[in-house]
């Protein structure tokens, strides 16, 4: 069975740090990125940073310089350092990774979200 488990959100003060964490199970033996979106009330799920296979990193313009992605490739696991955090960080932060179970074609699979609140 495919599982994606996210953890590490909470609440937070503005200008504070929280790191998240996401595991894949190891049915998903193929992994070509992994990545971390997130949604706000009333807003479309956007994405935050994702990373590749081999380690190439992309942030959304609003988290650079603030955010780091990093993946733990033998743990199926990626990482999300979130620092300085601001109130529009506000979201439910949702895993995403592109793997295969099968070795032959790629698939989506969504974490259950974790919600990270910024507070004044």
């Known amino acids: 069975q495919v599982q994606v488990v996210e953890s590490g959100g909470g609440l937070v003060q503005a200008g504070g740090s929280l790191s998240l964490s996401c595991a894949a199970s190891?049915?998903?033996?193929?992994?070509?990125?992994m990545g971390w979106y997130r949604q706000a009330p009333g807003n479309q799920r956007e994405l935050v940073a994702d990373?590749?296979?081999?380690?190439?990193?992309n942030y959304a313009d609003s988290v650079k310089g603030r955010f780091t992605i990093s993946r733990d490739s033998a743990k199926n696991t990626v990482y999300l350092q979130m620092n300085s955090l601001k109130l529009e960080d506000t979201a439910v932060y949702y895993c995403k990774v592109r793997g295969s179970t099968t070795g032959r074609f790629w698939t989506d699979y969504w974490g259950q979200g974790t919600q990270v609140t910024v507070s004044s």
């Open positions: 190891r049915s998903i033996f193929t992994i070509n990125r």
């Open positions: 990373i590749t296979s081999d380690g190439k990193t």
